[in-house]
């Protein structure tokens, strides 16, 4: 399924208000570790999978890329990629992630941030990305963690006070479609193992670099103490793995 909600205005504006759309990277809490991860990107051809407000193209082309292709499903995400700084080394392409198709070995580096939990099956999408890649080529991606997806509602349990009880992991093994509560919005995603990920990349062809589970900095936790509660379970993944030359 390829649902498009970032096009409908009232949840294209909840989303506007989110700390990474206002702060772009500073503002997204796993960029620390996620920054760390990518390789060397100068002269770099790199192509971003869900791109939204393009602020990882536009990091791309300040370290040296020579050329950068964002695909989004999203209209609207890609109008406010664009005001935020065109470059002619940026092409913004609309699609869905599960139909990009370019020639076999046309980047270096491909690239997703928080998207891969859209996508219903994710190994005809590993596979198009190993034969998009260049020999050596990486790939890195952050997606919600299994964990977090397992259940479905993405909520906390909370006691008759409203305080936070625990985190609800259930149906961990049943993969697919759930029904998720975002920006207000019942919103759908896909539940994916942790052993589809990498198992699945493993079996597209790639050689793993990296797992990470991202923590919020002391620094994020002394802005917003809620963060703390971010350390209680994982919430986000990222992965890095590497097209065999």
Sequence with gaps: ???????????????????????????AGEWPVLKEMLPDLQGCRMLDLGCGY?????????QGASAVV???????????????GDDPR??????????????PESFDVVISSLAFHYVEDLQPLFRAVFRMLAPGGKFVFSCEHPL????????????????????????????????ALFLGEQVIKYHHTL????????????????VQEPMPT???IAEDEEMRNELRRPMMLIVSAEKPR
């Excluded at 625990?166 to 049943?174: A, G, K, Q, S, T």
């Excluded at 052993?195 to 990296?210: P, T, V």
Aim: charged share 25%; hydrophobic share 35%.
């Design 148 to 179: 977090f997806t397992a259940y479905g509602s993405q909520d906390w349990y909370h006691d008759e006070q409203g305080n936070i009880l625990n985190f609800p992991v259930d149906h961990y093994f049943m993969e697919g479609k759930r029904d």
């Design 90 to 103: 940026i092409t913004y392409v609309r699609t869905a992630m599960e139909d990009v198709c370019f020639p």
């Design 54 to 62: 393009g602020w990882h193209c536009r990091y791309a082309v300040d």
């Design 1 to 27: 399924m390829k649902e498009n909600r970032y096009d409908d205005q009232e949840f294209f504006d909840r989303y506007a208000e989110m700390a990474r759309s206002h702060k772009g990277l500073s503002g």
């Design 70 to 84: 964002g695909i989004d499903i999203s209209e609207r995400m890609l109008q406010k990629a664009k005001q935020l």
């Design 195 to 210: 052993s589809a990920y990498l198992h699945g990349l493993r079996q597209a062809g790639f050689n793993l670099n990296d």
């Design 218 to 220: 002391p620094q994020m």
